[in-house]
């Protein structure tokens, strides 16, 4: 695998996910082919800045809010998978992740983009918060000498 959708959809079939939160959405570059190759029910995609054109599908909720304020519209345990890849400082990764995290439901996943040691604010937040953290490096993302990855926690 080369890109990090290629193993968000394979985390989505294998577990059979239908509640999908996306943090940091941009230009859909994630969100398009999950949409397209997974069976989802609902696709919540939460950007301060949405680029809704760029896909169109009835399953997306657009949340154009702050991560963290974001949040408090889910009830805990409610979303399948959220997947973080908005700002990429040390706290905003960790305000992120600890708002998002009680919403994940028992069996589900907590997981963001861009874990490699150049991205400091995303490694090291993610380090400290969840030290069984696991890690899947991306061939086809460079992130200095390395490469970047996805990194996941069950919820």
């Not at 029910?41 to 939460?46: D, G, N, R, T, V």
Request: some cysteine.
């Amino acid at each position: 695998m080369n890109y990090r959708w290629e193993f968000l959809i394979k985390i989505i079939r294998d577990n059979q996910f239908k509640i999908i939160v996306e943090v940091g959405v941009l230009k859909g570059l994630t969100m398009i082919p999950i949409l397209k190759q997974c069976d989802i029910s609902k696709y919540y995609a939460i950007d301060i800045v949405a680029q809704k054109n760029c896909c169109k599908d009835n399953r997306i909720t657009w949340i154009e809010k702050p991560s963290v304020e974001a949040a408090k519209e889910f009830e805990d345990k409610s979303v399948d998978m959220v997947f973080i890849d908005a700002n990429h400082s040390y706290p905003s990764v960790k305000a992120d992740s600890i708002a998002w995290q009680p919403k994940v439901k028992d069996g589900g996943i907590l997981c963001g983009h861009d874990y490699c040691s150049a991205e400091k604010g995303v490694y090291r937040a993610v380090n400290e918060l969840f030290p069984n953290v696991q890690f899947k490096e991306m061939r086809g993302e460079p992130c200095g000498k390395q490469f970047r990855g996805v990194w996941w926690v069950n919820g």
